[in-house]
């Protein structure tokens, strides 16, 4: 069984201050995939990031980072000097490298403060 | 050009009823799915079409039918609306395995 853990429910940060977002995952599978998906208050739900599991390499895009380890199965994402327009819902996934289905993790707010 | 468009995007109805919520993905995906999004902002699959396979969650009642008339549509049908069903509704749409997911920009169900 798959299972992603986001425990931090709602965040709450000031403009310019980094902030990271924490994800832990399960899975039995070697081969597996992992996502972030960002839903800002307009509702829509807009793809990040893509890692595979035989890639543990680090991930940064501008002010957005990405730290997977396999060893704590986590997989966190960074903002670095966050902005209002971070404020969003952001969701970690897990899909499993034979299926079409990826589990979802509930999600942590993000608030940025001006 | 929208990629993955839903309709309608808001719908109120009463308890009971009977609705539809059609989607349409122009990206040629061969996968689609719906899912539930609850006030809390949890996302449940409800359904996933890959192929002509349907995979249903055995969680989500039957009163919920998945309809998919070609590779590019997958529509969702309600019987029986009740309160509970009231949330939002997304489809999306893959390449295939691994993929990332592509929204539809959602649909607001409220049940009176």
């Known amino acids: 069984a798959q299972k992603v853990t986001q425990a931090q429910t709602e965040i709450s940060v000031v403009e310019k201050e980094d902030v990271t977002l924490d994800c832990v995952y399960e899975?039995?599978?070697?081969?597996?995939?992992l996502f972030w998906y960002k839903q800002p208050p307009s509702g829509e739900l807009v793809f990040l990031i893509r890692?595979?599991?035989?890639?543990?390499q680090n991930e940064i895009s501008g002010r957005y980072s990405w730290n997977f380890q396999k060893s704590t199965s986590s997989f966190n994402f960074t903002i670095t000097a966050s902005q209002v327009v971070d404020s969003a819902v952001y969701f970690c996934?897990?899909?499993?490298?034979?299926?079409?289905?990826?589990?979802f993790g509930r999600g942590t707010s993000l608030i940025v403060h001006p | 050009d929208t990629a993955v468009s839903q309709t309608p995007k808001y719908l109120v109805t009463q308890m009971g009823n009977d609705k539809s919520i059609k989607c349409e993905q122009n990206?040629?995906?061969?996968?689609m799915y719906w899912y539930k999004q609850d006030s809390k902002k949890f996302l449940k699959i409800m359904f996933s079409?890959?192929?002509?396979?349907?995979?249903i969650n055995e969680t989500v009642p039957n009163r919920f039918s998945p309809k998919s008339p070609d590779k590019a549509h997958l529509n969702l049908h309600i019987n029986s609306l009740e309160l509970g069903d009231s949330a939002v509704y997304f489809c999306?749409?893959?390449?295939?395995?691994?993929?990332?997911?592509?929204f539809g920009e959602g649909s607001r169900l409220t049940v009176l």
């Open positions: 999306a749409s893959t390449t295939g395995k691994a993929g990332e997911l592509f």
């Open positions: 899975t039995r599978d070697t081969t597996y995939y």
């Open positions: 890692r595979n599991s035989f890639d543990e």
């Open positions: 996934a897990l899909m499993p490298g034979g299926s079409y289905i990826p589990t």
């Open positions: 990206l040629g995906h061969d996968t």
């Open positions: 079409y890959n192929n002509k396979e349907l995979i």
